[in-house]
């Protein structure tokens, strides 16, 4: 199975921005849909925004107009692009799809926002 390496994450502050990278190790092309997932201390894990191959994108409504996904088939990476951070994004983001059943994720990467 392609393998997620997430990349980009760091501290920043509230109001500040990142660019997530999740860079596969083969063709990112033969994945439909590459979601971000975030995890909070003490949270569950929540889907943020998905991209599918032909570049539909969607989001939860907390990170709308703030966010923006997007893919690039020919890197084999998918990016987040995160703008207007607030405390509340503070959390280990996760790159990561679906296949068979089965779901695959990167190790994630740390985005700490401060105040």
């Known amino acids: 199975q392609v393998q997620l390496v997430e990349s980009g994450g760091g501290l920043v502050q509230a109001g500040g921005s990142l660019r997530l990278s999740c860079t596969a190790s083969?063709?990112?092309?033969?994945?439909?849909?590459v979601g971000w997932h975030r995890q909070a201390p003490g949270k569950q894990r929540e889907l943020v925004a998905s991209?599918?191959?032909?570049?539909?994108?969607s989001y939860v409504e907390a990170v709308k107009g703030r966010f923006t996904i997007s893919r690039d088939n020919a890197k084999n990476t998918v990016y987040l692009q995160m703008n207007s951070l607030k405390l509340e994004d503070t959390a280990v983001y996760y790159c990561?799809?679906?296949?068979?059943?089965?779901?695959?994720w990167g190790q994630g990467t740390q985005v700490t926002v401060s105040s």
């Open positions: 990561g799809y679906s296949t068979s059943g089965t779901d695959y």
């Open positions: 991209i599918t191959r032909g570049g539909r994108s």
């Open positions: 083969g063709s990112i092309f033969s994945i439909n849909v």
